[in-house]
């Protein structure tokens, strides 16, 4: 049959349709949705939009624009009116522990009392309540002695067995013998330890090899663990490194070479200095960073994780040792200079050693109370972290597409929030979670 011209018109469109035919016992596709509310934050700049709806198609962002707008573009979406609030990309904590509870002092306790088993059980509430209170990734740099639990929750979470944030695992961590907790047990007790101890280049690409395999999406190390302050002002918190040059490398090539991001522990100025000469990709805690190191974060794009929370935590609590203060004090002029030179400052509290009932939305507060804006607060725990987060992939690869969080931008994963108020007038607007969704889903109404 000869095809009429309007047919020929019809048939891309029948083409289309059919490449995207779902099987017949496939539930159909849900409409797209257009958001609409009061103000809208995209993750990027400073300013607080008005008049900005999103079109959410699937599990992704498709567009923005005025609401007429996105109503021709996609006739038949479902409108969803949130009112008086400010929307923003779901919220990213760079630095979590899933698999502790936070509530032990006494790390050594934890590993013998509760089976990984009890703790993983526990990381599924956690997960949860995280996702609930608005964070919809987590970097989660290391399980502390629950070996590979928390990729086994991460692929619960993917496979919608338990709610929660998207996961990024760094697994069992990585130190040499003496390089981590616990560091006070009789020589001849067998207690787990909370990083994988391994030795040597070819011991550590081992190390990193199974832990890829086992589903690490970050390798985790510990650059550094004791530390001393100095009477000398442009190095006051020095460290040992834990590693030789040689161990580092090996970590980091074997890592790289898998697409994998490498984060550092790392207190003092040796431990940061050895870390960027091995060219991880993001400093943890930092508190000893001086002018010469940030100039190098800068310059390598390295990310800084400061971790406030456990140091506000710490000086909640009447501190007799004025070392531990002075340690808390080099934290804050860390993030200060750190923000002054313009080092990417990503969003991580560090739950799970301190208690997770806490929230993890105080991180961010108190980044803002460590003197940044709320604009850049609100930037580290959205667009910065989501950078973080992306893999490291050469562009040419096709299967290295963007899995872009963190932003409110097109072909973004759709994780957004709703908040009371104006975060950016605001900064504990975000402890006022209204509204949440995570790849198109919505989980708290
Ligand atoms: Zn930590």
Not at 406 to 419: E, K, N, Q, T, Y
Request: hydrophobic residues 45%; charged residues 20%; aromatic residues 4%.
């Amino acid at each position: 049959m000869k095809p009429s011209p309007a047919s020929l018109v019809i048939l891309p469109l029948l083409l289309t349709a059919a490449a995207h035919a779902q099987p017949a016992d496939a539930p159909p596709e849900p409409p797209p949705i257009i958001l609409k509310a009061a103000r809208l934050f995209d993750g990027k700049g400073d300013a607080v939009k008005t008049g900005v709806a999103v079109l959410v198609s699937g599990d992704r962002i498709a567009a923005m624009g005025s609401v007429a707008t996105l109503e021709k573009a996609a006739p038949g979406a479902k409108i969803i009116d949130l009112g008086d609030v400010t929307l923003l990309p779901g919220l990213i904590d760079a630095h979590t522990h899933i698999m502790s509870t936070g509530r032990d002092d006494d790390y050594a306790l934890h590993l013998i009392k509760e089976s990984v088993v009890t703790r993983a059980i526990g990381a599924t509430a956690r997960a949860r309540a995280a996702l609930l209170s608005g964070f919809t990734s987590l970097r989660d740099v290391e399980s502390e002695g629950a070996m590979y639990a928390d990729a086994d929750l991460a692929a619960a979470i993917d496979s919608g067995v338990v709610p929660g944030p998207r996961l990024q695992v760094a697994t069992r961590g990585l130190a040499p013998t003496g390089g981590y907790l616990p560091d006070d047990i009789a020589w001849d007790v067998m207690v787990p330890t909370g990083a994988q101890i391994a030795d040597g280049p070819d011991a550590l690409r081992q190390a990193v090899r199974e832990q890829i395999s086992h589903g690490a999406r970050w390798i985790k190390i510990y650059a550094d663990f004791s530390m001393y302050l100095t009477t000398n002002p442009a190095r006051p918190l020095r460290s040992m490194p834990n590693f030789t040059g040689d161990e580092l490398a090996a970590i980091v090539d074997e890592a790289h070479r898998h697409g994998v991001k490498v984060a550092a522990h790392a207190m003092g100025w040796d431990g940061i200095d050895a870390a960027l000469k091995a060219g991880v990709d993001s400093i943890e805690h930092g508190n000893g960073l001086t002018e010469d190191l940030a100039g190098r974060m800068v310059a390598k794009g390295v990310a800084l994780v400061p971790t406030v929370t456990p140091w506000v935590e710490a000086a909640k609590k009447p501190v007799a040792n004025p070392r531990l203060q002075k340690v808390i004090d080099l934290g804050k002029a860390a993030v200060a200079r750190a923000a002054k030179r313009g080092v990417r400052i990503a969003n991580g509290s560090d739950a799970g050693s301190y208690p997770w009932e806490n929230g993890l939305a105080g991180e961010i507060v108190a980044l803002v109370d460590y003197g940044l804006t709320p604009a850049q607060a609100l930037r580290a725990a959205t667009s910065v972290a989501g950078s973080l987060l992306d893999r490291r992939c050469p562009p040419e690869r096709a299967e290295c597409e963007r899995e872009a969080v963190g932003v409110i931008a097109p072909r973004s994963f759709a994780d957004l929030i709703a908040v009371e108020g104006d975060p950016v007038k605001d900064i504990k607007a975000l402890t006022k979670v209204r509204w949440v969704m995570k790849g198109g889903v919505v989980y708290k109404e």
